[in-house]
């Protein structure tokens, strides 16, 4: 992300990911009243929007529920599929700057969990997403005030046009860190679930070495 290389980790990611979108929207072709090729293919959008930044990443984000919400119109009750919807609209809560929006976000995605709950009350990870779900507005507050100190301290009085400080870079990249740690909950759990449907599919690839 801005331009610099990725840690191995990290890179392994993001091919694993833009070959299972590869070969999710190749099986969509095939059978497109599928449920389970649209949640690997929203998950696997919604785990590369974080490998994107600004509008990119915020029209990724908008691409995948759209897979999700066609998923659901096919299947309306999947749990799997109203939980990655959950945490898409978590995910574009993060990725506005208004706090009402934010919350409007942040709502849709307390129901997603809470239908998917419904279908498997005894699912752990179902469970502990609602109740992140409530941390949400206060973690979006945290999240914008760090944009507001960036926006004030960013740009000392010596800096040069067209250029940019060595600590202006750095608030940058804190701040970017930031972001990405808040979204860390949903995108390392969805890619899990996105791989154990490419297992399930029979795709002979490794997860990432993060998922071993």
């Not at 929007?49 to 659901?72: C, N, P, T, Y």
């Not at 299947?75 to 574009?92: E, I, V």
């Not at 760090?146 to 701040?175: F, Y």
């Not at 808040?182 to 791989?195: C, P, R, Y």
């Amino acid at each position: 992300m801005d331009g610099l290389p990725l840690p191995r980790d990290e890179y392994d990611r993001l091919v694993f990911f833009e070959s299972t979108r590869e070969k999710a929207e190749s099986d969509y072709l095939r059978s497109p009243h599928d449920a389970e090729v649209l949640t690997r293919w929203g998950g696997a959008l919604l785990e590369l929007a974080q490998f994107r930044q600004g509008q990119q990443s915020i029209d990724m984000v908008a691409d995948a529920v759209s897979k999700f919400e066609e998923a659901l119109r096919i299947s309306p009750k999947r749990p799997d599929t109203l939980w990655c919807l959950g945490n898409a609209h978590t995910s574009q809560g993060f990725l506005v700057t208004e706090t009402e929006k934010a919350k409007e976000y942040f709502k849709k995605a307390s129901l997603c969990f809470q239908q998917a709950f419904d279908e498997e009350p005894h699912n752990e990870l179902y469970q502990k997403s609602l109740e992140m779900s409530d941390k949400a507005p206060a973690l979006h507050i945290e999240l914008q005030k760090q944009l507001n100190a960036q926006a004030i301290l960013g740009a000392p009085s010596g800096s040069t046009i067209g250029g940019t400080s060595k600590g202006s870079k750095k608030k940058k990249k804190k701040n970017s860190d930031f972001k990405y740690d808040v979204l860390g909950w949903i995108v390392l759990a969805v890619g899990v679930v996105v791989w154990a449907g490419m297992a399930k599919s029979s795709m002979q690839a490794a997860p990432p070495s993060n998922f071993r």
